[in-house]
Structure formats: structure tokens, C-alpha cells
């Protein structure tokens, strides 16, 4: 087993995905058989995206149902992961000199628990969140990640999660689920060779990849979680998609792995 482990982006796609058990949470559950245990995960979600960067010093954070209009039963879903403060000062003194706060209201957004609840369904290895800072370019978050890299060889699992694509006024809310977009997969297509290949500037520079990534990125948001993880990379650092997708025609379910599972 390597002492490095890996960074994983998951496209976490609907939040009901908490609660349903198909291809995807199937993945998600075979990605936490086999890579080796954390001893506590960093997770960075599109959906904390706020002016300034905190990380969460709670030792038991909430579950939060940060959502309208779903069924009674997802706001019933809790996921009772411990947090580790000890983690959330760590990252604070390896971001240093940039102002991280030490947050004690937020807690686990659905980002994150809609997918480790089937990574680690017994909720317990102790999770920290970092915030996005929503003021900043994407250079400043792929930054981060570099930053954040020697977490890897410390027990922490890096995880960012979001979606490749993520065009909500494309997607097709109703039953009949349509084949994915063709710009959507352009898109896809293009940032997997981009990954693989490691051309990370172009990744940063998304904006300027035409108008298949503005179609397919329309805010940045969901985005952004991947660039945490790639920036996490070393030179001899795999890249694999473990999980793969397009759900409603518009939202990638792409995984991203960088370094070996095992």
C-alpha cells in the first residue's frame, strides 16, 4: 500500500442520490472498499461558496440540508461523521499567510455527505470542509490544492465535489432521461485528455476552452472542487475515472482520481 493517498473528485449529481443505490453509488461504494483507510478527510464542496476561505473546527458537525423541494425523507438523512479540529488548524497553518478562519457554524453540506454516506456509510472517519472563497479566480483555488498537497502523505483523503458539467437550466427534470448533450460530452471528452495529459493551466483557464466549457460551466461553482484535487498532483500521480456519467443530459457524474487507488 502507498503511503500517499490519493485526491478524488466525485460529480455528486442529485442529492437524492443519498438515498437511491444505482451505478453511481455503487462506484462511490467500491471507491471507499478500496482505497485504504483515512485517518480523516478534507472535503471541499460546491456548495460551500462564500466570500473568504474557513474551514470547519466543529468536533461533531451538523448535517445540513442545504435544499428545496425534495421528499420528507432527505431532510431526515443525517451523517454523524466527527470532525477533527486538529485537521482544520493543520490547514490553516499550511494556507498561512492567507486569513482562514476556524469556523464553528457550517457544517457537512450535502456536497459531501450525499456521496460519503456510500463511501463510508458508518460515518466514521472525522471530516473537515473547506470553504470556496467565491471572490477569488481559479488560480487561487488550484493553488490551494498544491498547497494543501502534503495532507496526502499525512492519512487525510483530499476530496472535492461537484460536477465536470453542471448546466441545471439544460437539465431535463422530468422522468425521460435524454442522452447527454453533444456539448456536454466535447467538453468531458476534452477534460479528461486534458487531465491525463496534465495540462492544468488550460484546466485553469477553463473559460478560454470555447463555448462547449462555458455551456457546460455556466458559474463556477462546481467546477472548482476539481481544481483543489488536481492541484493536489505530483508528477508520478495516475489519473483514473472510476465513475462516469451524464445524468438528465446536462450534469457529469465524472469521478477523478489522481494517484493510485491502492
Given at each position: 500500500m502507498s503511503d500517499i493517498l490519493p485526491a478524488i473528485f466525485f460529480g455528486h449529481g442529485n442529492p437524492m442520490n443519498a438515498l437511491m443505490q444505482n451505478a453511481y453509488t455503487e462506484a462511490w461504494r467500491r471507491i471507499g472498499e478500496e482505497t485504504p483507510r483515512p485517518r480523516a478527510i478534507l472535503a471541499i464542496s460546491a456548495h460551500w461558496f462564500v466570500p473568504g476561505t474557513g474551514v470547519t473546527i466543529s468536533t461533531a458537525p451538523r448535517t445540513i440540508h442545504d435544499f428545496g423541494g425534495f421528499p420528507r425523507e432527505l431532510y431526515q438523512v443525517r451523517y454523524p461523521a466527527p470532525g477533527d479540529p486538529a485537521l482544520a488548524r493543520r490547514v490553516q497553518a499550511l494556507l498561512d499567510p492567507l486569513p482562514v478562519t476556524l469556523d464553528d457554524t457550517w457544517g457537512l453540506d450535502h456536497g459531501t455527505w450525499s456521496v460519503l454516506t456510500h463511501v463510508?456509510?458508518?460515518?466514521?472517519?472525522?471530516?473537515?470542509?473547506?470553504?470556496?472563497?467565491e471572490t477569488r479566480p481559479a488560480a487561487f483555488h488550484y493553488d490551494i490544492g498544491r498547497r494543501l498537497a502534503p495532507l496526502r502523505g499525512e492519512g487525510v483523503l483530499i476530496v472535492g465535489s461537484g460536477n465536470l458539467v453542471h448546466n441545471l437550466h439544460?437539465?431535463?427534470?422530468?422522468r425521460h432521461m435524454p442522452d447527454p448533450y453533444d456539448w456536454a460530452v466535447r467538453f468531458e471528452e476534452e477534460a479528461k485528455g486534458l487531465l491525463v495529459s496534465g495540462e492544468h493551466t488550460r484546466l485553469v483557464d477553463y473559460e478560454s476552452l470555447g463555448r462547449e466549457a462555458l455551456l457546460s460551466i455556466p458559474t463556477p461553482d462546481h467546477y472548482l472542487?476539481?481544481?483543489?484535487?488536481?492541484?493536489?498532483?505530483?508528477?508520478?500521480d495516475p489519473i483514473t475515472f472510476p465513475v462516469s456519467g451524464v445524468d438528465g443530459g446536462s450534469i457529469s457524474m465524472l469521478s477523478v482520481r489522481v494517484g493510485a487507488a491502492t
Open positions: 463510508y456509510p458508518a460515518a466514521d472517519v472525522p471530516i473537515v470542509q473547506l470553504s470556496i472563497d439544460a437539465y431535463a427534470w422530468g472542487p476539481l481544481l483543489y484535487v488536481i492541484g493536489t498532483r505530483q508528477s508520478s
